[in-house]
Each structure stands twice: as structure tokens, then as C-alpha cells.
């Protein structure tokens, strides 16, 4: 049992975890770099400790400096938030070695899922289903590699093991791209990631993103609150988050929710996780399960109701959920879209002090930002400052609010997405629903031709 919370994170997500802990009566350390020593959320903390300079590298990827003010802070537990050093194993294993408690799931958890093969392995034993292919990595042989694309049918896409962030994957839409393909993340997954395993399924042409929140406690309680849809995306990001996913067949999702919460007790999940499906032509297919607290998940805690960072601190200090499946009623849509201080024109990411930050507010809106007017934004992290979740009790009445909300918001100093947002808004497809993970880019460059 802990009461005393390091966080090991910097922006909205630190603010986020700090307020579940002083709702919890905990108290809250955060550590932060020389350029986020201003931020509203470290004078919030009960103690801050400033680990370094601005470089991400030396201080909220720095294992060393985050355990060591965590020992001289006397913290007694450790949250990750995401990005950053949420999804190492071996950090969790250093925290766990120095006598702490990591606010995730078990190192091993993590491992197996950092891993991509063995997390599809272990997906198709506990019945989720997968996108085709082999659930091992490829062989060096290039004739056995042919002979397995050819089973599985061109397009196909070759992954690194170890990939991440949309990196380390390549498509290859016949066998005369094959080798060349092969070879390149071959030698990307030597280089960049620390598992040079590589392997191949089926290109799904045009999917949309569904993923399928879940929470487990170490008394054999293993839940999910239900799928969003995050298919409006750039580049690999998410810029649009929705729960409930609209059109889906709700037999379907219950079957899919249920695979994953067997999925979880298999494994021996705790904590908050996520499965990220793709999902075509009415089937789901596997692709990854995230370990962490995901930047979309007020969504669901919209339509559930629930504190899933409450709910995530409380299995940590192993008390078992409250709630069972048959608790669990989602109710409404939500819809979060993510504020970046990017230029809406280029989406090129925009630096400096916000010098007015007016929020937003009235029934079913939620902000959730560190920022404030005199707030920094650096260029050393990722763009988000901010997000905006409307919930309503349906998705035309969410759409509605987040309309009025987003022309409420006013943010001076930097650049933001806020028009790109508005303009989507008027989007007819995307009024409907339903579109796949490549609309928004289509989008886009119809919109560079428009301009
Ligand atoms: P990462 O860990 O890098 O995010 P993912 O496995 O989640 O890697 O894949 C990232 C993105 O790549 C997916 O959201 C999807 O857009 C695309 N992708 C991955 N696998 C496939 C596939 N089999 N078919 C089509 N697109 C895919």
C-alpha cells in the first residue's frame, strides 16, 4: 500500500494522474526538466523535482534520474503515464527492484506485448482474432518467405517485432517488391529497434481503428469498457477519438471484448490496457495491445462514467475493482479531439508562450490541459497541449457541443489545430461516421488542392 505517487510524465497526462491522486488523498512528486519547471501541474504537486535539462533523453527518458528522486522523495509508487518510459519492461523491473510500485501491468506483461509476434501468439490462444499470417517471426530463407506470401495473398505487410510509432513497417503489393522490402525493415529492425525480428500478414486496404479498452485487478477481475473508434488519423497519430464507434454490430464488439478479457486473465493482465483492432468488411483483426493509459481514454470515461486512472492507482495498490461487467453500462458518445499547437495550413508544429488561454465549458464538456496564459510550449516534445472531450447522449448532440466548444476556445501565442478540427466538423463523412484510417489524409491533400 502506497501514498505517495511519483510521477513520471510531463503535460496534460501528469495533471491527469495528479488529479486522481489528490482525489485520492495521495500525495503527488513530480519530476520535471528545466523548461517545464513553470508548468501549472508542478506547482499543484506536493513536491517537484526538477531532473535536468529540456532533453527528453535526460530526463523523462531517464530511468536513473526518475529512480533516484524517487528514493530521495521518498516516493512509494511510480506512474509512467504514456509515451515516454510507459512501455518498458525494464523500467518497470527497475522500479520493482528498488522496492516501488509500477502503476502498470507486470514487467512480463509488457514484454510479451513490446513484442509483437509473441503478443499475436498469445492473442490467437486466447481466441482474438488476428490479421492473417503466421504468428512467428520470418524465416531467413527468401523462397520460405515467398511461399507465405503467396499464402496469405499480396498486398501484404512486413513489420519489425519490435516496432513502434508507425515506424518499421513496409507494404509490398507483389512479389517483385518482396526482397527489397524484406531487406530494408530487416536492417530499419536491427537498427532502430532491439529486436531485429521481422514478420508478415495480410495489408488490410482500408480499415478503420477500433480498440477496446480494458481494466484488471489481481483478484481475477478482468473487464472492458467497451470500443473506440480513433480511424481519424495523420500520419500514424490520432487526432479524433470516439466512444461509442458508430454502425459497428454490438453482438460482434460484446464477442471481441469478451476474447480480450480472456485474452488479459491468460497473460495475467493488471492495470489499464487497450487492444487495437483493425476492422474491415464487419471483422476485427488484432494488431496491438497498448500497456498504459492511452491519451483517448476520457472517452470511455465518459460514456462508462468511470476514473480509469483512479480505477488503475487502486489495482496497483492491489485492492480489487468495485465494479463487474454486469456494472458496466456505457451510456451517450463522447468524442475527444486532440488539441496540438501545430499551424493548421502546414500542421507544422508551433512553439512559444501561450499568452491567452480562454477554456471552453457548459454540459458535457471537458477539458483536459496544462496550459494556461504565460504557459510554455516546447519544441523538445510532442505537440499536444490540450484536449476536448464532448459528450452527449448522442453522437449528433457530442458533435454539436464539441462544435460550439472548439469556436469557445481561444488560444493565442502558438498556432493550433483548433480550425482543422472546425473545418472537420463540416465534413459530411465524417459527420456520418464510419470512415476509414485513411480519410483524413485523403482529406488533407483534397484540401491542399482546394487551397
Ligand atoms: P505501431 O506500434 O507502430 O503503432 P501498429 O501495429 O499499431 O504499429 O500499426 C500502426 C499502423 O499501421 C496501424 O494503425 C495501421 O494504420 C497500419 N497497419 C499495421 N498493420 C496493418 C495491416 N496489417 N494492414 C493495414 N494497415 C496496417
New binding site residues.
Given amino acids: 500500500m502506497f501514498d505517495k505517487v511519483l510521477i513520471a510524465n510531463r503535460g496534460e497526462i501528469a495533471l491527469r494522474i495528479q488529479r486522481a491522486c489528490r482525489a485520492m488523498g495521495l500525495q503527488t512528486i513530480v519530476i520535471h526538466s528545466e523548461i517545464d519547471r513553470d508548468a501549472r501541474y508542478v506547482a499543484l504537486a506536493d513536491q517537484a523535482l526538477c531532473i535536468g535539462p529540456a532533453s527528453a533523453s535526460r530526463t523523462y527518458l531517464n530511468a536513473a534520474a526518475i529512480l533516484l528522486a524517487a528514493e530521495v522523495s521518498g516516493a512509494q509508487a511510480i506512474h509512467p503515464g504514456y509515451g515516454f518510459l510507459s512501455e518498458s519492461a525494464e523500467f518497470a523491473d527497475q522500479v520493482a527492484q528498488a522496492g516501488l510500485t509500477f502503476i502498470g501491468p507486470p514487467a512480463d506483461c509488457i514484454r510479451t506485448m513490446g513484442d509483437?509476434v509473441a503478443a499475436k501468439r498469445a492473442m490467437r490462444e486466447a481466441g482474438v482474432p488476428c490479421?492473417p499470417g503466421p504468428d512467428s517471426a520470418l524465416p531467413d530463407d527468401p523462397v520460405e518467405v515467398r511461399a507465405t506470401a503467396r499464402q496469405i495473398g499480396y498486398p501484404v505487410?512486413i513489420?519489425a517485432a519490435g516496432?513502434?510509432?508507425?515506424?518499421g513497417?513496409r507494404v509490398v503489393r507483389g512479389e517483385h517488391e518482396l526482397d527489397d522490402a524484406l531487406t530494408l525493415t530487416r536492417s530499419e529492425a536491427a537498427q532502430a529497434f532491439t529486436n531485429a525480428a521481422v514478420y508478415i500478414?495480410?495489408?488490410?486496404e482500408k480499415?478503420r481503428?477500433i480498440e477496446i479498452q480494458v481494466l484488471c485487478d489481481q483478484h481475477g477481475n478482468h473487464l472492458w469498457l467497451g470500443e473506440r473508434d480513433c480511424s481519424l488519423q495523420r500520419r500514424?497519430q490520432k487526432v479524433v477519438e470516439e466512444a461509442s464507434a458508430p454502425g459497428l454490430d454490438r453482438a460482434l464488439v460484446e464477442r471481441v471484448g469478451q476474447r480480450c478479457v480472456e485474452a488479459c486473465r491468460r497473460i495475467g493482465y493488471r492495470g489499464a490496457g487497450t487492444f487495437?483492432f483493425?476492422y474491415q468488411d464487419g471483422a476485427f483483426f488484432f494488431?496491438?495491445m497498448n500497456t498504459r493509459v492511452q491519451v483517448e481514454h476520457p472517452v470511455t470515461e465518459m460514456t462508462t462514467g468511470l476514473d480509469i486512472v483512479k480505477e488503475q492507482i487502486r489495482v496497483a495498490r492491489g485492492e480489487p475493482l468495485l465494479i463487474s461487467q454486469a456494472d458496466i453500462a456505457c451510456s451517450g458518445h463522447a468524442v475527444e479531439f486532440r488539441i496540438n499547437a501545430e499551424d493548421p495550413a502546414t500542421l507544422a508544429p508551433s512553439s512559444g508562450t501561450v499568452s491567452r488561454w480562454d477554456v471552453p465549458g457548459g454540459i458535457g464538456i471537458r477539458v483536459d490541459s496544462h496550459m494556461a496564459a504565460g504557459a510554455i510550449v516546447p519544441r523538445h516534445y510532442d505537440s499536444l497541449i490540450g484536449k476536448l472531450i464532448a459528450h452527449g447522449k448522442t453522437r449528433e448532440e457530442a458533435l454539436a457541443r464539441a462544435r460550439i466548444a472548439l469556436s469557445e476556445l481561444r488560444v493565442d501565442g502558438v498556432l493550433t489545430n483548433v480550425p482543422l478540427h472546425q473545418e472537420i466538423l463540416n465534413d459530411p463523412t465524417f459527420r456520418q461516421g464510419g470512415y476509414d484510417?485513411h480519410y483524413l489524409e485523403r482529406w488533407i491533400t483534397a484540401r491542399a488542392t482546394r487551397i
Fill in positions: 509483437k490479421v505487410i513489420k516496432g513502434g510509432g508507425g515506424r513497417m500478414e495480410k495489408f488490410l480499415p481503428h500514424n487495437e483493425l494488431i496491438e484510417i
